[in-house]
C-alpha cells in the first residue's frame, strides 16, 4: 500500500509559479512511476507529467512541456511538480499518483492515488 498527500496548491496570477508536493509513505517509493494528472469539472482526468521508476526519466503532456519540471526526491519519497509560466487553463484539481509501469500515461496504470490540490490560474 502506498498513501500518497499532494500539497502546494493556491491561487496565482497568470505567467506565475507553483511548486506541487507529493510525500509517499508505504511500500518502496523509488520503483514506483510517479505521475502528476489534472481534472477539471466535467472533464476527465488527464495525464500531465510524470518520472519513471525504472530510469529517471521524465514525460510530459504537450500542453504542459517547456513550462512543468518534475522530480522526486527518494531519500524524502517525495515528487515534486514545478510549474512555471502558469496560464488560466491550467486550473483543475491536481493528483499524484503511483504506478507500477516505467512510462505510465493513462489513469489505469496508476494504483494509488492522492486526494488532490486545487490549483488556480487568473487571468
Known amino acids: 500500500q502506498v498513501h500518497l498527500v499532494e500539497s502546494g496548491g493556491g491561487l496565482v496570477q497568470a505567467g506565475g509559479s507553483l511548486r506541487l508536493s507529493c510525500a509517499a509513505s508505504?511500500?518502496?517509493?523509488?520503483?514506483?512511476?510517479m505521475g502528476w494528472f489534472r481534472q477539471t469539472p466535467g472533464k476527465e482526468r488527464e495525464f500531465v507529467s510524470a518520472?519513471?521508476?525504472?530510469?529517471?526519466?521524465?514525460f510530459h503532456a504537450d500542453s504542459v512541456k517547456g513550462r512543468f519540471t518534475i522530480s522526486r526526491d527518494s531519500a524524502e519519497n517525495t515528487v515534486y511538480l514545478q510549474m512555471d509560466s502558469l496560464k488560466p487553463e491550467d486550473t483543475a484539481v491536481y493528483y499524484c499518483?503511483?504506478?507500477?509501469?516505467?512510462?505510465?500515461?493513462?489513469?489505469?496504470?496508476?494504483?494509488?492515488w492522492g486526494q488532490g490540490t486545487q490549483v488556480t490560474v487568473s487571468s
Open positions: 508505504g511500500r518502496t517509493f523509488r520503483f514506483y512511476t
Open positions: 499518483a503511483a504506478g507500477q509501469g516505467p512510462r505510465s500515461i493513462k489513469v489505469g496504470e496508476y494504483d494509488y
Open positions: 518520472i519513471s521508476g525504472a530510469d529517471g526519466s521524465t
